[in-house]
């Protein structure tokens, strides 16, 4: 039962156009959302969150859209850089701050971005 | 700086051993996680724990088991190496529940 999803496996786009990446979530649970990059052979590092009780979260050139009625989230990167070329994933947790309350994650998505 | 270390970054054992993974993480933080990354799979929650000597079963438990006896430290322990636990190892932290997730860097564990 995979409660986030990222239905796409991979995603390539030029230097400087906008790169989105989508998210889908089951559970109604989830309350707070979360985008992590990832290099090889290196651990996930945190990139943006949005809380369910806002819509959209800027944060740079990294953008995140939460549609809470269709369970869908969106991260926009613009514009897009070869460093962003990474593995994108998805995550969400119940109300934070609950002890014991963890992260579920999507499958990621490959974004390349080329010069 | 924030940091969670992994013992190990590449590990080569042999299917029938048992083998530890460690992780320290020096924020004080309460919550620690282990994940596996395989390709079209994501993360996938082992295990976690929310206190000194806690634990609970993440998604994909079977064949491991954590230990955490201080709360700077999680272990994870494949009681014996299968080739189908040939994987990306992910420690991670979080100070309270879920929220951002400090993460290791990593041990790629090959059994053969």
């Known amino acids: 039962d995979q409660q986030v999803k990222q239905n796409s496996p991979s995603l390539s786009v030029q230097e400087g156009r906008i790169s989105i990446l989508n998210c889908d979530y089951t559970n109604s649970m989830f309350d707070y959302f979360l985008w992590y990059k990832k290099y090889p052979a290196e651990g996930p590092t945190f990139l943006i969150s949005i809380s369910s009780i806002k819509d959209k979260n800027e944060d740079g050139r990294f953008t995140v859209f939460l549609n809470k009625s269709a369970k869908h989230l969106s991260l926009h990167i613009v514009p897009s850089q070869p460093g962003d070329s990474a593995v994108y994933f998805c995550a969400a947790t119940p109300v934070l701050g609950t002890s014991g309350s963890r992260l579920t994650f999507g499958e990621g998505t490959q974004l390349t971005v080329n010069p | 700086d924030v940091k969670v270390t992994q013992s190990s970054r590449y590990l080569v054992k042999r299917t029938g051993e048992k083998v530890f993974l460690e992780c320290v993480q020096d924020m004080d933080h309460e919550n620690m996680f282990w994940y596996r990354q395989d390709p079209g799979l994501g993360l996938r929650l082992i295990y976690f724990?929310?206190?000194?000597?806690?634990?609970e079963k993440g998604d994909i438990p079977e064949g491991y088991s954590v230990s955490r006896e201080k709360k700077e430290r999680f272990s994870l322990i494949l009681e014996s190496a299968s080739t189908n636990q040939t994987s990306m190892y992910l420690c991670a932290s979080t100070l309270g529940g879920g929220g951002e997730a400090f993460f290791g860097q990593g041990t790629r564990l090959t059994v053969v």
């Open positions: 724990s929310y206190d000194v000597k806690m634990k």
